[in-house]
């Protein structure tokens, strides 16, 4: 089970970090992504990192603001967003993929978590 948590309201500008705990079973072995869906959209990738951490993916929109790591040692993954805008207004999911690589393709994850809101006001 993923557990998504760190979501809230922040102004524009601003930073939060999210965090995906999994329990129960252990995903150092897949790589890991996080996506988000906004109101009347259609889920979007938003960042993706290989199960050891050597390789990340950002979507455009994203790159250069926010950070995934992760740490195995706490079964846990982590988006550090900066500069949020309020067009990132969205509920953020975390989703543990099929394989080790990382992939923009939701088809290709697994195990998804409940999601977390997170609100920019501008």
């Known amino acids: 089970q993923l557990q998504a948590s760190g979501g809230g309201l922040v102004q524009a500008g601003g930073s939060l970090r999210l965090s995906c705990a999994s329990s129960?079973?252990?995903?150092?072995?897949?790589?890991m992504g996080w996506f988000r869906q906004a109101p009347g959209k259609e889920r979007e990738f938003v960042a993706a990192?290989?199960?050891?951490?050597?390789?990340?993916y950002y979507a455009n929109s994203v790159k250069g603001r926010f950070i995934i790591s992760r740490d195995n040692a706490k079964n846990t993954v982590y988006l550090q967003m900066n500069s949020l805008k309020p067009e990132d207004t969205a509920v953020y999911y975390c989703?543990?993929?099929?394989?080790?690589?990382?992939?923009?393709?939701?088809?290709?994850?697994?195990?998804w978590g409940q999601g977390t809101l997170v609100t920019v006001s501008s």
């Open positions: 990192i290989s199960w050891r951490g050597g390789a990340t």
């Open positions: 989703a543990a993929a099929l394989g080790a690589a990382p992939t923009t393709t939701p088809l290709n994850y697994k195990y």
């Open positions: 129960g079973r252990t995903v150092s072995n897949n790589a």
